[in-house]
Every structure is written in C-alpha cells, then in structure tokens.
C-alpha cells in the first residue's frame, strides 16, 4: 500500500491512525456485532460514541457551560442561511467582513434575509490582506457580526479575535478550528464544516450561545432551527450516524496527540518552514500579508505559469497531490491541516527546490 501526500483542501488528507481504527472496527464496533453504520441512532452504542464525541469537542476546545454544541447536516453553506434565519431577532441588518471568496459567500447567502453591511473588505487588495479592526464600520444596530477566520481559497487567516463591541460575533471557522487554541466565550456563534480538521464531510458544527437560541420565528424548518435542534441533542432527524463516529476518533487522536495548543505548535512549524522556502525561492511567490498568512492553507504562484501543469504532474508522480489552487485564483494551493504530517510538508518543500533547479 502506497498512500500519497494529499493537499486538498477539503475533503482532505486524514490522520492514517484514524483510518485504521475505522477499519479495524468496520465490522464488527467493539463487541457489538455490527458497524456503527448500521446501527439505530437511538441505541445505546451509538448514544455512547455520540456523547463521547460530544464530551471530547466540549474538552479540546474547553467550550463553557452556556453554549449548544451541534451537529447538523449542510455544510458550511447552511450556516450561510441558518444564521440570519436564527438571530436576526427582529433586526433588519447584519453586519458582515469580507477577507475572500468564502467571506463573500456568506453575504450573498445573508442578503436573501437582510440587509448586509459591509463594515470591510479586502477585495481591492484581491484579498491578501485584512482590514484593521479600528477601521471596520460596526453599526452597533445590527444583529451580528459574521467573520471568516481562516479563508480557505486565498490563504488569509485573523490571529486575534476582533473586538466588536457588543454585537454578538459570528465566525465560519471551517478551514482552521482545532488548530489553534480559541476563546469560544468571545463569540456568539462558531460553525465549521468537518471535512477539513476534524473528518470527512457530512457534519457541520455548531457552537451557540444560549442567548441565540430561540430567536427563530415560526417560519423557520424545524431542521434549520437551533433551539429545536439544541432540543432534540442535534437528532431531530437521523444524523450522519457513521460521519459523528469518524468525527469522534479524529477527536481521540487529536487528544492523544496533545490537544489544540500542541498541534497549534507543530502548525506553526509545518506552515513557517513551506512560507520560508516559498520566500527564498526565485519561482515560487505567495501574495498574501506576511501578518495574516494562513497556516492551513498556503497558496503560491509560479513566476512562469506556463510552467504549471509540468509542475502539478510531476508533483503527481512524485506522490503529492490536489495542489492545484482553487479555480477562481489558479496557481498552486498547499493545505497542510492538522492531519497533514511534517515529513509531507518536507516532501513538498524538497520537490519544489528541486523543480526549481531544473526548471
Ligand atoms: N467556509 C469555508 C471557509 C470553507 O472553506 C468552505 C468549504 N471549503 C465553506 C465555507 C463551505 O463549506 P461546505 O461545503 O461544507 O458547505
């Protein structure tokens, strides 16, 4: 067996411990006789591993007593719609930070249920920078303001968390929860789909705080509302029972692999060695502030770009794959999340030095 080093941005690379505990347990889920695929949601196994699964995101990312933890189905693009859907509360605007494509959907979404304002963007900068805190627009009128942490496309991650004042803040934390430590009580909501840090897709996380649930009004589908959902312990319907399950061992290994601040330590690591060899290169550039760059996702460029497809191929034959970088911005595109280990990202950063001298 041969397994290549993967740089998809998601679906994306997998701890291989997790894979094989999957597979380890596929038939038969510790003395149950079954997979956990086949099992009733409503059954004492799966309760268990949902509840244990539960208890360890509560644990890594020491989520206080006052917020909700779901898991719900949709992705990332559900949230999109769920959030002014839920905590609107009334109000006819939200406010709304626009660093990049994924930021940019979320206001689109947003506007088919009120007023988006733009408080700021970086869309004249082609999204390589973010805005200063001091000078987003906040209109303390509004009902929220949403954020994208870590935007997966163009590579611009926040390192803080901005402070807006009173309105409650809402984060799309998909491409970087679990890489680094958060403070969950300074938002009102985290969501964050799972196919990045914390499984394959299927699940979208939800963090809310209790004062945001309950807001919906009536019209709202009882699937898209947090209040019914909290309820019913995110099983208003079945859930992605196996998805929950892979989700739960990708929290175990990343317990036992430290938690959230030592992983924090070898991201750092993983991403300061590839920005370095991106920066001392003559062919490779990577455009975005050196402030924000992400640590998970590390977009480049070739000074030649006819030079790219030579580029993506050979890095194929040399087993490192799905480098190519999103569509809408071309070049190449390196997402080294928690899962992706060190020697991959050596592996990638030694085949680059050596397309560089032949090329
Ligand atoms: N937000 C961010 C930051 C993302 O990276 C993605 C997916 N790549 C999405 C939202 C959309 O997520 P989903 O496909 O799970 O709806």
């Known amino acids: 067996m041969a397994r290549i080093y993967n740089f998809s941005a998601g679906p994306s690379t997998m701890p291989e411990a997790v894979l094989l505990k999957a597979q380890q347990e596929m038939l038969d889920w510790q003395g ?94 082609k999204f390589t920078a973010i805005p200063a805190v001091e000078q987003w627009l906040i209109d303390p009128d509004a009902a929220y303001l949403h954020y994208t942490s870590n935007e997966t496309i163009h590579g611009v991650e926040f390192n803080d968390v901005p402070a807006v004042g009173e309105l409650p803040l809402v984060c799309d934390m998909s491409s970087n929860i679990l890489s680094r430590p958060v403070d969950v009580s300074r938002y009102g909501i985290i969501y964050a789909g799972t196919q990045k840090n914390m499984g394959p897709s299927g699940v979208t996380v939800v963090i809310v705080r209790d004062d945001l649930v309950g807001l919906a009004p009536k019209s709202v589908p009882s699937v898209f509302n947090y209040e019914q959902q909290a309820k019913s312990d995110s099983m208003l319907n079945t859930p992605a029972t196996y998805n929950w399950y892979l989700l739960g061992l990708v929290l175990q290994w990343l317990k036992g692999e430290g938690g959230v601040a030592a992983i924090e330590q070898r991201n750092i690591h993983k991403a300061n060695k590839l920005y370095q060899a991106i920066d001392q290169s003559s062919l490779y550039s990577n455009p975005v502030s050196k402030d924000c760059r992400s640590r998970m996702n590390i977009p480049f460029v070739l000074a030649d770009a006819s030079l790219d497809k030579e580029f993506l191929s050979l890095a194929a034959q040399n087993g490192l794959t799905t480098l190519a970088g999103h569509r809408s911005v071309g070049g190449m595109r390196a997402s080294i999340y928690n899962a992706m280990p060190e020697a991959g990202v050596d592996a990638l950063i030694a085949f680059m030095a050596e397309f560089e001298r032949t090329h």
């Open 32 to 125: 149950s006789g079954m997979s956990v695929m086949e099992m009733s949601h409503r059954g004492k196994h799966f309760m268990a591993i949902a509840e244990a699964m539960k208890n360890d995101l509560i644990e890594l990312l020491a989520i206080p007593a006052n917020y909700k933890v779901l898991f719900l189905q949709g992705g990332a693009t559900a949230q999109f719609a769920m959030i002014p859907q839920n905590i609107l509360n009334g109000k006819t605007s939200a406010c709304y930070v626009n660093t990049g494509a994924w930021s940019t959907s979320a206001i689109k979404e947003a506007g088919k249920y009120c007023q988006v304002k733009t408080v700021a963007s970086s869309e004249d900068s």
